[in-house]
């Protein structure tokens, strides 16, 4: 299993980025990918969870400005970003994992990780 993100970078308040995390060795039936992203002295925080079914869960600190969505055929999920704040600043990473749906941003039930990408939002 192995997952890599990408898509990171330098923008400014206010703007949009979209992360992707393509994904090999599994189905996304298997395992659920999730999104999260440690800033430096914070603790791991997840953003965002999809799997194989329709639905698609976010943290409330990023609800109505982040989407995360699939493309089966790519293996690949993205994390659509929009109307980005400073506070943002972070390295996101995205993750595969069968959590339980009560916890599913608990960073502890993924088994397997991409290696981050830095996003650095600009005031």
């Known amino acids: 299993v192995q997952l890599q993100a990408s898509g990171g970078g330098l923008v400014q308040a206010g703007g949009s980025l979209r992360l992707s995390c393509a994904y090999s060795g599994f189905r996304l039936g298997d395992y659920g990918i999730g999104w999260f992203r440690q800033a430096p002295g914070r603790e791991r925080e997840g953003l965002s969870y999809?799997?194989?079914?329709?639905?698609?869960y976010y943290a409330d600190s990023v609800k109505g400005r982040f989407t995360i969505s699939r493309d089966n055929a790519k293996n690949t999920v993205y994390l659509q970003m929009s109307s980005l704040k400073p506070e943002d600043t972070a390295v996101y990473y995205c993750?595969?994992?069968?959590?339980?749906?009560?916890?599913?941003?608990?960073?502890?039930?993924?088994?397997?990780w991409g290696q981050g990408t830095l996003v650095t939002v600009s005031s």
């Open positions: 999809i799997r194989s079914g329709l639905n698609s």
């Open positions: 993750a595969a994992g069968r959590p339980i749906m009560s916890a599913r941003f608990t960073s502890s039930l993924y088994h397997y």
